[in-house]
């Protein structure tokens, strides 16, 4: 069965220092990525897909089949990404999504 | 309304007790979604629908568990005998065509229904 892992549940960054929250999957197909984020008081919602390759608020994430990971980042946080993140993995076929537990991130100024 | 609705916003149930959780998704939006999410996990699969037919139930946990959405727009996930295990946060989600794999077509969620069981 694929799943989805983030082994950090908080990460804790001063204000302008780089960002890289992990995420790890397994799954032997050809999976779809996705980070969604959910910052407080909010709904969850979609932030990036790697099909897209696409940068969001200043985050990127690739995919690493060698690896397995779906790592996010960002270059220089700021104070309004802290939020929650989450992972989700997307099978070829179907239509469920498998999140990771999700990882807390907290920007100080 | 401009996103997914979902009611109640909070539920407490008696171990044993019926409860029914509403959604109503984004007008016209074909695909929707249940997830259930416990504390401290990510949103865990439930069941999902292709307008009023329930193409996928695997993740419903028991037969306790019943999902539906008769006219293929507003659903209601059903629990019977709620036992504290059931105790989590369901969310709703939906999207304009069928699944979610197109790029212009992201799942949109609800704010979800916060189930606890005594």
């Known amino acids: 069965a694929q799943r989805v892992t983030q082994p950090e549940k908080l990460l804790s960054v001063f204000k302008g220092a780089p960002v890289e929250l992990k995420c790890n999957y397994s799954y032997s197909g050809s999976p779809e990525l996705f980070w969604y984020v959910q910052y407080s008081r909010q709904r969850l919602q979609l932030l990036l897909r790697?099909?897209s390759r696409e940068s969001i608020k200043g985050f990127t994430a690739d995919l690493n089949k060698g690896e397995t990971s779906f790592h996010l980042k960002k270059p220089f946080a700021q104070e309004e990404d802290s939020a929650m993140y989450y992972c989700?993995?997307?099978?070829?076929?179907?239509?469920?999504?498998?999140f990771g537990a999700g990882t807390i991130l907290r920007v100080k100024s | 309304g401009a996103g997914v609705s979902q009611s109640p916003r909070y539920k407490v149930a008696k171990r044993g007790q019926d409860v029914a959780l509403r959604c109503d998704p984004i007008s016209g939006h074909v695909s929707l979604f249940w997830y259930q999410q416990a504390l401290g996990q990510g949103p865990e699969f439930l069941t999902y629908f292709q307008n009023e037919a329930q193409l996928d139930k695997s993740g419903l946990p028991s037969d306790r568990f019943f999902a539906e959405r008769p006219e293929g727009s507003v659903s209601t996930l059903k629990i019977q005998r709620t036992q504290q295990e059931d105790s989590a946060v369901y969310l709703c989600?939906?999207?304009?065509?069928?699944?979610?794999?197109?790029?212009?077509?992201?799942?949109?969620f609800g704010n979800g229904t916060r189930l606890t069981v005594t």
């Open positions: 989700a993995l997307k099978r070829e076929y179907g239509n469920k999504l498998v």
């Open positions: 790697h099909i």
């Open positions: 989600a939906s999207s304009l065509v069928a699944g979610f794999s197109s790029y212009n077509s992201p799942l949109h």
